[in-house]
């Protein structure tokens, strides 16, 4: 019968009590002969962890990119040497809303000539956005001919076109019209080039979360807005461009994670 | 020498005597084994407890940071460091467990009882499902009051020693106490009639 006043078990003696003794006072004599290790005072730790902390902040902060005005660089540029710079940790795409008429001229302006402005027939898409280190006006536009181009303009200037070959992606069904890798170039002094994406998607998508992917590209995610159709994706990848390359030459993947209004993610359809 | 104290052993001990930390096993090591195997259900953890609480003791001598001994018996500070060592021992225990399962084992471990005779393995395999019965209806018990009510009702302690080993007032153990015997009647009844 279980009782409340006496253990539930009676008391057994320790199994071969002499050898458990003599095994535990050999590993306490063990335990004495070890020489005891020295430790910091944790004040001194702290302010030792503070200090490289900052030193590491310092350095990260000074070799960060410096993105500069500058156009597209002719793939003749010499290049004297090939460093990649990653992108800096605060490198987040912020979508400013809509672009005003007046940013999708100034942006039109500075990235086209007087006569290709001409060409430009309606414009897809128009944001603001801030990629971490510059903001900038995105619009994307038709011209004449048919062509989608992507102007950007801002603190660096891009310009490019919509090509779907160079990027593949595993959301076939939800982006459409193919992928539209833009590429941008900003010069820096180690020659960084940054790739964007303009993504022309089913009507259904909200939202979409890209990593690009590739032997160049880090795989770093970014969530960019749609807008009747388009995304715009100002940052999804950074390379050094190595000196006998054409910057567009560039080839990745992008992994594409679509989302509707109330957030859910649209399923794979190939 | 024999007739030496408790608190005249520890304060040896404090000075680097290890033939002391020998005459405290002799004295304790059992009240530590039968705590453990309470805590624990498991009589070969009990064992391992047993060798850690003592060299944690020995440690704790060897870098001069043995507490002075207010009370004429070393117990219940031993019972706390035991304490201590028997929830270390179940953590690795859970850990070996998980892992063990995440391999996809099958069968159940062996139970490792030596060369012992055959009547004191049945006897001692008895007892372990016997506690591991008490624990599983104890599961509601708070696990603080439980430790109360192994170290007063189970190993003896009074409420002062259980007080130094659980390193609380005396007024917290006696609470505790009052609570974890209410506690513990309904959780028993249901296994009065099974385990009796």
Known sequence: ?270 | MTSDTDRELWRRLGEGELDCLGRLFDRHSAAVYNFAFRHTASWSTAEEVVQSTFVTTWQRADAKRLPTLDHDSALPWLLGVALNECRNAQRLRHRVERRRQRAGALEEPVHDHGDQLADQVAGRVDDERRMVAVHQAMAAIPPHERTTLELVVWSGLSVADAAIALGVAEGTVKSRLSRGRARLATALAPLAEELS
């Open chain 1, 1 to 270: 019968m279980i009782s409340l006043d006496r253990p539930p078990v009676p008391d057994r003696p320790l199994p071969d009590r002499d050898a458990l003794r003599y095994a535990t006072l050999l590993a306490a004599r063990r335990v004495a002969r070890r020489p005891r290790r020295r430790r910091l005072p944790l004040i001194l730790t702290l302010v030792a962890a503070a200090l490289v902390a900052t030193v590491l902040v310092g350095v990260l902060r000074s070799v960060g990119p410096t993105p500069q005005v500058a156009g597209p660089v002719p793939s003749s540029t010499p290049v004297p040497t090939v460093k990649v710079t990653p992108l800096p940790d605060d490198a987040v795409v912020t979508d400013r809303g809509p672009a005003s008429a007046a940013q999708v001229e100034a942006a039109t302006k500075r990235c086209l000539s007087g006569s290709d402005e001409q060409k430009v027939i309606r414009t897809l898409l128009a944001r603001r956005v801030f990629d971490g280190t510059v903001e900038s006006t995105a619009v994307v536009v038709q011209l004449a001919d048919g062509t989608i181009t992507c102007l950007s303009e801002g603190k660096h200037v891009m310009q490019g076109e919509v090509d779907p070959i160079r990027a593949t992606t595993d959301r076939p069904a939800v982006v459409v019209g193919g992928v539209g890798l833009y590429w941008t170039v900003v010069t820096d002094s180690d020659l960084t080039d940054r790739t964007a994406a303009v993504l022309s998607v089913s009507p259904e998508v909200r939202t979409v979360d890209v990593v690009a992917s590739g032997p160049e590209w880090p795989g770093r995610r970014f969530r960019a807005q749609a807008y009747d159709g388009w995304v715009y994706v100002p940052v999804v990848g950074q390379r050094s461009v190595p000196k006998s390359k054409d910057v567009r030459s560039a080839s990745l993947h992008l992994v594409i994670t679509a989302y509707d209004a109330s957030g859910r993610p649209l399923p794979v359809q190939r």
